[in-house]
C-alpha cells in the first residue's frame, strides 16, 4: 500500500500546568513560560489549511526535537547546547515521532465557547479573544470498568458460586474441545480378508478443432486469433501502473515530534488489463468411455478413433471389499500394484478411523 503525502499541518501541545494551549513549534508555554514535557504529545486543530511548497519541504526534513538532560526545555535536533539552560544537549531525549494523532479534515469547523466568559471564538484559537483564558479542553476522564450487567435499567452482581460454576464450566468446555480435537485422527487396527474387488477405468477421447475462448491478452496462447477486447480489473497495486485508477483512504496526520504533523493518504491502485475473445486450434475431449469388471487386471475402454481423434488421459479407480468383525468394509485406492495383490480370502491389516473409514491397508505376508 503506497503512502501518499498531502501536505503538512501545524499541532498544538496543552501545557499541564497552566492549561493554556501552544502552538506545536512553540517550546515553552506562552503563558507560564514552562518547557513542554515529553509525555505531553501534540494535538491536531481541526479545519486547518495544509501547508504545502518550500515551507512543507523545510518541514519534512526536520528530525524530532529532543529534551534537555538537565531543565527539560524541547530543543530542535540539531541543536548543540539546551536554549533555556545552556547544558550540552549529546544525551537529549528525542521525542517520540510517527504517532497516527487521527483523521485530518480542512473543514472549517465551528467557532467554541469560552469556557470563562462564553465568548465564541474559532476553533483553532488558543485563547479566548474577550478574556485570555486559555481554550484548552481537559482531558476526558474513562469510567471505570464494572463487571454489573444492566437488567431493566438495574444492575446487580454475580455470586462468587455462580462464578465458579462458570469457571468450571469454561475450563470442561475447553477440556472436551481438546480431547475431540487429538481423538479425531486417531485409527485402530483391523483385520480382514479380501471378500471381493472391481475396478473402473475411465477414457478421454480428443478431436482437434477450432475453439472460442476468453481470457487475459497476455495469456492468450501464441497463433491465435484476437478478436474483441475490453478493459477490465485484473489486480490491486500499491503502486501506480499504466492503466490504473487511484483509491486512497481517509487522509490522517501523524505527528513529526517536531510540533507539526504529516498529512497523509494510504492509497492503492486498481489496475486494468485488456481481456479478450480468442480462437484457437487445440484438443478437446469429445467423449468420455468407461470400462468396469471384477478381476485383477484392469483394461481401459477400446474404440476405433476417427479422423482428427486422439486418446486423452485416462483414469482408474479400484474397490476392494473386507470381511472383517465390523462387518464389511470398502477400500477404493488408485494403486494398481496394491490392487492386484488382493486375492480372494487374502488377509490384509487395515487402519480404520473413528467415522469407521479405511485409510490404509497392507497385506499379511
Known amino acids: 500500500m503506497a503512502k501518499k503525502t498531502l501536505g503538512y499541518v501545524e499541532m498544538e501541545w496543552v501545557c499541564p500546568r497552566c492549561g493554556n494551549k501552544n502552538p506545536g513549534p512553540q517550546k515553552t508555554c506562552t503563558t507560564c513560560g514552562g518547557p513542554q514535557p515529553t509525555e505531553v504529545k501534540f494535538q491536531q486543530r481541526e479545519g486547518q489549511e495544509l501547508i504545502k511548497g ?21 530543543n530542535k535536533a540539531d541543536a548543540v547546547v539546551c536554549i533555556q539552560c545552556g547544558a550540552d544537549l549529546k544525551g537529549a531525549e528525542k521525542r517520540e515521532s510517527g504517532e497516527v ?15 470563562s466568559c462564553g465568548q465564541t471564538n474559532p476553533a483553532g484559537a488558543l ?34 458460586l455462580v462464578k465458579v460454576i462458570g469457571i468450571i464450566g469454561i475450563i470442561a468446555l475447553v477440556i472436551l474441545c481438546v480431547v475431540l ?25 480428443e478431436q482437434f478443432q477450432s ?10 496462447p501464441s497463433g491465435a486469433q484476437v478478436g474483441a477486447c475490453e478493459y477490465r480489473f485484473a489486480y490491486t497495486s500499491s503502486d501506480p501502473q499504466p492503466v490504473s485508477t487511484e483509491v486512497c483512504g481517509t487522509p490522517y496526520t501523524v505527528d513529526q515530534g517536531t510540533g507539526f504533523g504529516e498529512v497523509v493518504q494510504d492509497c492503492v491502485y486498481e489496475t486494468y488489463a485488456e481481456y479478450c475473445e480468442y480462437t484457437v486450434d487445440t ?41 472383517t468383525d465390523q462387518g464389511v468394509l470398502r477400500y477404493q485406492t488408485d494403486d494398481l500394484s496394491l490392487y492386484q495383490q488382493a ?13 469407521g473409514e479405511v485409510v490404509s491397508v497392507e497385506l499379511e505376508r
Open 101 to 115: 494523532v487521527g483523521a485530518f479534515s480542512s473543514v472549517p469547523q465551528p467557532g467554541k465557547p469560552c469556557p
Open 181 to 205: 480435537a487429538t481423538s479425531g485422527g486417531r485409527t485402530e487396527a483391523v483385520y480382514g480378508s479380501v471378500q471381493n474387488t472391481s475396478w473402473t477405468t475411465q477414457l478421454a477421447i
Open 127 to 160: 485563547r479566548c479573544s474577550n478574556c485570555g483564558a486559555s481554550l484548552a479542553e481537559p482531558a476526558a476522564s474513562t469510567p471505570p470498568l464494572t463487571m454489573q450487567p444492566e437488567v431493566a435499567g438495574k444492575s446487580f452482581k454475580l455470586s462468587p
Open 211 to 220: 475453439v472460442t475462448r476468453q481470457g487475459w491478452f497476455s495469456d492468450i
Open 343 to 355: 486375492y480372494i480370502g487374502s488377509q490384509w491389516a487395515l487402519e480404520v478411523n473413528r467415522s
Open 54 to 74: 518550500e515551507e512543507a519541504e523545510k518541514i519534512s526534513q526536520a528530525k524530532p526535537d529532543v529534551h534537555c538532560a538537565f531543565c527539560g526545555t524541547r
Open 283 to 323: 484438443w478437446v475431449v469429445i467423449d468420455q468411455l468407461q470400462l468396469q469388471g471384477n478381476d485383477l487386471y484392469p483394461q481401459l475402454p477400446l474404440t476405433s478413433l476417427g479422423s482428427g481423434e486422439r486418446a486423452g488421459d485416462s483414469s482408474a479407480v479400484y474397490t476392494i471389499l473386507f470381511d
